[in-house]
């Protein structure tokens, strides 16, 4: 036979050079070997991970954006249909029946040339006649006119328009249908005419007609000293100087008849800033949109939208791992470079990932916007504007792409380094490292000792969610870098006591990269997810800290209307004495050590605090107002003139014999301090009266050590039963009374966390739960477990059939025999075919022999270049020779080449 030129001269036609292909051949091959790998069903299922990630990241951004709102609808909330307001927190308030100012501004807003202004009423205080007693707001304005379209919608009846009418926004909590009568301060009837439902809050509010604030009573505010209500001027939006300075004159108009006002007071002196102030218009609210969760809290999406779709690239590499290197070790094999060889498994996963994080992103989109449909109904809201899509999915697909180009470049230079080291059997023989290998290891390790360290001393100063998030993060890494000592050390404890156990356990170790990648990134996972979870924990639990009842459970106080530090009036002493129903309990009073002028007092504090001190008149009344028995040393140190301090104090005193000082100041000026008083600290459950104290002691010691004290403080009432506490407090809203001067106990609201961050922990458990599951088919070619790196090192010849050499164990040191392109002998001259063709795996019928099975096709070309000195027999000949297949006897076919079992598995 004789040799053709593009043979002869070692040149084929595309290109390429036997033994060296040009880079663009590379790539062709490469893509062209993902292509063909891509096939893959094992590969296309573990990608689902991927999936999950990119949908979860997506529904996260639609679902976050849902929650805040655009600036148009921020203005739409505040303002209606108008284009600017002012007045409201000018310091202009007016008490009930004040109709003087109305009439005076309305007519100087007409004068300025705006005829079509509207004033809206807003009344924060407005009492309900019901136990517990609760305040809402009422909001007085032409409703008929509907002066806020997108905010409040008519559900039943109608809006109300005649003095004394009303409409109510939640009728599901002022259980008052339409046609009756609803009861407020005291003795105030108004007549619901309709029902309303609030888009932007849900919250009760009365909108009353126009009118009905002028018609109250102006004795109310003897009863309700803190009712009043302020206004807005609202106008399209044009001449907005002149009616400023319309509100302007009439707000120094109505300050000169209010001597004994502060804020009238400052408006005689500055009205115009005062007022000026106040102007806000509808292109200023438009500007200023409602800051996103996103951008608010970047550790409810940001990051995740980073980290998940990272671990989930990483789990799919992971998890396909050992496949990828079998898959490079058998290209390898059959003469294609090391790069070659291991771009094609990656590509093909990486193309994988992308088209799964696309049809991810697409639908988590759509799941998104079903959650911001069923968010905003269940929030009774308007869903926030979702633009800008293209910005998060094209940040996804680059992480995709960047964490499967890093993925890859591990997989080539993992084949390229270990393709010649054999790896040990067992576990805990010693291994061979490179100098860069034990150097990334000893860089390891240091950082892990450094993260740890930083872990131990930043958990003694946690005190806040965010630090506990940055905590969480310290963690994970911390664990993620002795990922593959935790795992080396499970192994060696992993008993052997049946096949099974030594199994695994060896299965294992012949695949450590594997599951240290899957153990990483479930750390990741789950450690975020807990992550989350804790926050939000630590979030309710902070909650429910600053969330405490008025009163301890059976208490009732009576204080004043200003503080719940004052002593109460005479009116509502009246009341509860008239009703009869505290007679008979026991009453204490409770005083603050404070004296002189309530805006510049007085006050004695601890030394080094600011807290204020209480005095009762025995240990007895100090149980009493804590709500507590005292042991016998806390009773000892009260009347040996000591001071007991509130457990959670900042500096509480600890030990037996702990003393302090009592500082007197006016302000920050220190008036003079007493001598070393014994002190301990004592248990009490939180409650508001109790706001802003730090401890208690007796009248006695404080005459003693002549500290200011209160003349008369405000009277505890302990031993109620909750029915009476409701009744007594019944009978001071219905002799019109504000019922802020009786407090009675009543369990706060559970915290509700962060929509956002509620979400975001969810969508990492719901991932983390998926990445376990997620899993890619099992191996249908295990590696041996026996003498893995004889495999490595050696490779199975690839040729045609033919009588088989007896196989011999190669020498320690010998190489594999490398692939050339000779002649082959029964083919004549040819150029190595690189189109790859996947056949069937042979398969024998019943009744036959092994040896009568076919080899390959005579006619069939080879899959990759015969080694060198490959004959017609199907002998290696050469210095070097290789393993035969396992299994064969000479004379005997060999099975179907790596390369075959290969495509076959993955076709």
């Not at 800033?273 to 438009?286: C, K, Y």
């Not at 009036?569 to 505290?582: C, F, H, I, K, N």
């Not at 019928?845 to 006619?859: E, H």
């Amino acid at each position: 036979m004789t040799h053709d030129r593009a043979t002869h001269d070692g040149t084929s036609s595309d290109g390429t050079t036997h033994g060296r292909m040009t880079f663009t051949g590379q790539v062709r091959l490469a893509l062209r070997l993902a292509r063909r790998l891509a096939r893959s069903r094992p590969l296309a299922r573990s990608v689902a991970i991927v999936f999950v990630a990119a949908l979860l990241v997506m529904a996260m951004f639609v679902t976050l954006r849902t929650l805040s709102l655009s600036g148009e609808q921020v203005a739409d909330n505040e303002m209606g249909r108008f284009g600017a307001k002012v007045g409201y927190g000018s310091g202009v308030s007016l008490a009930p029946g004040d109709d003087t100012f109305l009439t005076d501004l309305g007519a100087r807003v007409r004068q300025a040339g705006v005829p079509d202004a509207e004033v809206v009423l807003s009344a924060t205080d407005v009492q309900l006649n019901i136990a517990p007693a609760r305040n809402v707001t009422a909001l007085e304005s032409d409703w008929t006119t509907r002066p806020y379209p997108e905010r409040y919608d008519l559900l039943s009846g109608r809006w109300p328009s005649r003095p004394g009418e009303v409409a109510i926004t939640e009728p599901d909590d002022v259980r008052t249908p339409v046609g009756r009568t609803l009861t407020v301060l005291g003795d105030v009837r108004l007549k619901v005419v309709g029902t309303v439902d609030d888009r932007a809050a849900d919250t009760t509010n009365l909108l009353l007609a126009p009118g009905t604030w002028a018609g109250l009573d102006p004795a109310l505010s003897a009863g309700f000293p803190v009712l009043t209500a302020q206004m807005d001027v609202m106008w399209p939006g044009q001449r907005q100087q002149a009616v400023v300075d319309a509100f302007t004159a009439a707000a120094r108009t109505w300050a000169q008849d209010k001597q004994d006002s502060a804020d009238a007071a400052a408006l005689r002196q500055e009205a115009q800033n005062a007022v000026a102030a106040t102007l806000v218009t509808r292109d200023q609210l438009i500007a200023r949109p409602q800051k996103t969760w996103i951008e608010r809290t970047p550790a409810g999406y940001t990051v995740p939208s980073l980290l998940v779709p990272t671990a989930a690239v990483a789990l799919v590499f992971g998890l396909n791992g050992r496949r990828f290197r079998r898959t490079a070790a058998s290209l390898t094999s059959v003469g294609f470079s090391r790069t070659t060889a291991a771009a094609g498994p990656a590509l093909a996963a990486l193309a994988w990932s992308l088209a799964a994080a696309a049809r991810g992103a697409v639908a988590g989109v759509a799941v998104g916007i079903v959650a911001r449909l069923l968010i905003s109904r269940l929030r009774d809201r308007p869903a926030g504007p979702v633009d800008d899509l293209a910005t998060p999915a094209l940040r996804l697909l680059a992480v995709v792409l960047v964490t499967g180009l890093v993925a890859a470049a591990v997989l080539a230079r993992t084949q390229r380094d270990g393709s010649t080291r054999p790896q040990p059997e067992d576990d805990s023989a010693p291994r061979t490292e490179r100098p860069s290998a034990r150097r990334a290891r000893d860089a390891r390790h240091l950082l892990a000792v450094a993260a740890w360290c930083v872990t131990a001393v930043y958990a003694t100063r946690l005190d806040s969610p965010p630090q506990a998030m940055v905590l969480t993060g310290i963690l994970i890494t911390a664990v993620l870098l002795i990922v593959p000592e935790v795992f080396s050390a499970v192994l060696r404890l992993l008993p052997e006591g049946g096949p099974r156990r030594r199994l695994v356990r060896r299965r294992l170790a012949a695949d450590r990269a594997r599951a240290c990648t899957a153990l990483a990134v479930l750390t990741v996972l789950f450690g975020a997810s807990l992550g989350y979870v804790t926050l939000l924990d630590t979030l309710i639990r902070t909650a429910e800290k600053q969330s405490y009842p008025a009163v301890l459970p059976g208490q009732v106080l009576l204080a004043g209307h200003q503080s719940d530090t004052f002593p109460p009036g005479e009116a509502p002493l009246r009341a509860v004495d008239s009703s009869g129903t505290l007679d008979g309990l026991p009453r204490t009073e409770a005083r603050y050590l404070r004296a002189g002028d309530s805006d510049n007092p007085r006050m004695a504090v601890r030394e080094g605090n600011d807290g204020s001190l209480l005095a009762a008149d025995s240990p007895r009344d100090v149980e009493r107002l804590i709500g507590r028995r005292l042991d016998p040393e806390q009773t000892s140190v009260l009347r040996e003139g000591g001071l007991l301090v509130w457990s959670h104090a900042h500096d509480a005193p600890t030990g037996k014999d702990a003393r302090l000082r009592l500082v007197v100041r006016e302000s920050d000026k220190p008036l003079g301090r007493t001598s070393q008083l014994p002190a301990t600290a004592v248990d009490v459950a939180p409650a508001q009266w109790r706001t802003g104290s730090d401890g208690i002691t007796l009248r006695a010691t404080a005459s003693a050590l002549d500290l200011p004290i209160q003349p008369h403080g405000p009277v505890m009432v302990t031993g109620v039963p909750d029915a009476k506490a409701r009744a007594v407090q019944q009978t001071v809203v219905d002799a019109g009374m504000d019922a802020g001067a009786l407090l009675i106990h009543v369990e706060p609201d559970d915290p509700v966390p962060p929509a956002a961050l509620l979400a975001t922990a969810a969508g990492l458990v719901f991932l983390a739960l998926a990445a376990v599951l997620a899993h890619p088919q099992p191996d249908p070619h295990p590696a041996p477990l026996s003498r893995p790196a004889d495999r490595r090192r050696h490779p199975p010849a690839v040729g045609p059939p033919g009588p088989a050499q007896p196989a011999r164990r190669p020498h320690r040191g010998e190489q594999p025999a490398r692939p050339d392109h000779r002649r082959h002998p029964q083919r004549g001259a040819r150029r190595p075919d690189l189109r790859f063709r996947p056949e069937r795996p042979v398969v024998a019928a019943r009744g036959t022999r092994r040896g009568d099975l076919p080899g390959r096709s005579p006619g069939r070309r080879p899959l990759g270049p015969p080694a060198p000195g490959h004959g017609g027999a199907g002998r290696v000949t050469g210095a070097h020779a290789v393993d035969e297949a396992p299994g064969t006897r000479a004379g005997e076919p060999e099975p179907p080449c790596a390369t075959t079992r290969l495509f076959a598995s993955h076709g």
